[in-house]
């Protein structure tokens, strides 16, 4: 009876993510702002509202949102990958979430609540292009087979601009309005920490995951003169 709970507790204790960490941090940028921008709708007001603001820079007291962040390396390739629906919707002429992250095998669902057509295009090299004129109240369904980052744009609505991340598994983040991060349940070992945000551009960090948590702050001080898409 003793062994049987001694090796039970014992199996509790291999399997449990006690043993894993977790990865903590904050993205800043501490270079010059821009000047914000706000796209005229002109004709299509009624529908999108006199302007849309630029969302490709989002900052509160030097924090930036919409940065994502996965681990990459020969231990990553270990991690398991729990593919899912996400979706991207076509609403008051912009695309919401202006960011979307997902692992590799996920069905990419777009959809519009909008009462006017819209274009939605897709600048993919290692997963199938997107070209498709959406009507009011259409959908469409498409898995996301490769990692890439995906540019996605109108080509109706010059200003509908949105970015599909696609991560080769499912430990990964995305930072909110206060530009932190977290990433759960990492087995320990050795990883690369890959940063990216569609004006900062990329960064790459060798990290060391024990139990606990790790954590990785990162300061942008200028905007990227060209940013990766792949």
Same mark, same amino acid.
């Given at each position: 009876?003793?062994?049987?709970?001694?090796?039970?507790?014992? +199996?509790? $204790? %291999? !399997? *449990?993510?006690?043993?894993?960490?977790? &990865?903590?941090?904050?993205?800043?940028?501490?270079?010059?702002?821009?000047?914000?921008?706000?796209?005229?709708?002109?004709?299509?007001?009624?529908?999108?509202?006199?302007?849309?603001?630029?969302?490709?820079?989002?900052?509160?007291?030097?924090?930036?949102?919409?940065?994502?962040?996965?681990?990459?390396?020969?231990?990553?390739?270990?991690?398991?990958?729990?593919?899912?629906?996400?979706?991207?919707?076509?609403?008051?002429?912009?695309?919401?979430?202006?960011?979307?992250?997902?692992?590799?095998?996920?069905? +990419?669902? $777009? %959809? !519009? *609540?909008?009462?006017?057509?819209?274009? &939605?295009?897709?600048?993919?090299?290692?997963?199938?292009?997107?070209?498709?004129?959406?009507?009011?109240?259409?959908?469409?369904?498409?898995?996301?087979?490769?990692?890439?980052?995906?540019?996605?744009?109108?080509?109706?609505?010059?200003?509908?601009?949105?970015?599909?991340?696609?991560?080769?598994?499912?430990?990964?983040?995305?930072?909110?309005?206060?530009?932190?991060?977290?990433?759960?349940?990492?087995?320990?070992?050795?990883?690369?920490?890959?940063?990216?945000?569609?004006?900062?551009?990329?960064?790459?960090?060798? $990290?060391?995951?024990?139990?606990?948590?790790?954590?990785?702050?990162?300061?942008?001080?200028?905007?990227?003169?060209?940013?990766?898409?792949?």
């Amino acid at each position: 009876m003793y062994k049987l709970i001694f090796a039970t507790f014992s +199996l509790l $204790i %291999l !399997t *449990s993510p006690v043993h894993a960490g977790t &990865i903590k941090g904050e993205v800043k940028y501490s270079g010059k702002v821009p000047a914000s921008v706000a796209h005229k709708t002109g004709k299509f007001k009624k529908v999108c509202g006199p302007e849309i603001l630029d969302e490709s820079l989002i900052l509160e007291n030097q924090s930036v949102k919409n940065v994502v962040i996965w681990l990459e390396g020969k231990q990553a390739k270990k991690l398991k990958n729990k593919p899912g629906i996400y979706t991207i919707d076509q609403k008051k002429c912009a695309y919401s979430p202006h960011v979307l992250v997902m692992p590799q095998g996920s069905e +990419l669902k $777009i %959809l !519009t *609540s909008d009462p006017i057509n819209h274009n &939605i295009h897709t600048y993919s090299f290692d997963n199938d292009p997107i070209n498709i004129m959406f009507l009011p109240n259409q959908d469409y369904t498409q898995e996301m087979e490769e990692p890439e980052v995906v540019k996605v744009s109108c080509d109706l609505h010059s200003w509908m601009v949105a970015y599909i991340v696609v991560t080769p598994h499912s430990y990964f983040a995305l930072t909110g309005k206060n530009g932190t991060f977290e990433i759960k349940d990492v087995p320990p070992g050795k990883y690369t920490l890959k940063v990216w945000h569609e004006s900062l551009g990329e960064e790459s960090r060798k $990290i060391q995951v024990g139990e606990g948590i790790t954590q990785e702050d990162f300061n942008f001080s200028e905007l990227a003169t060209q940013v990766s898409q792949k």
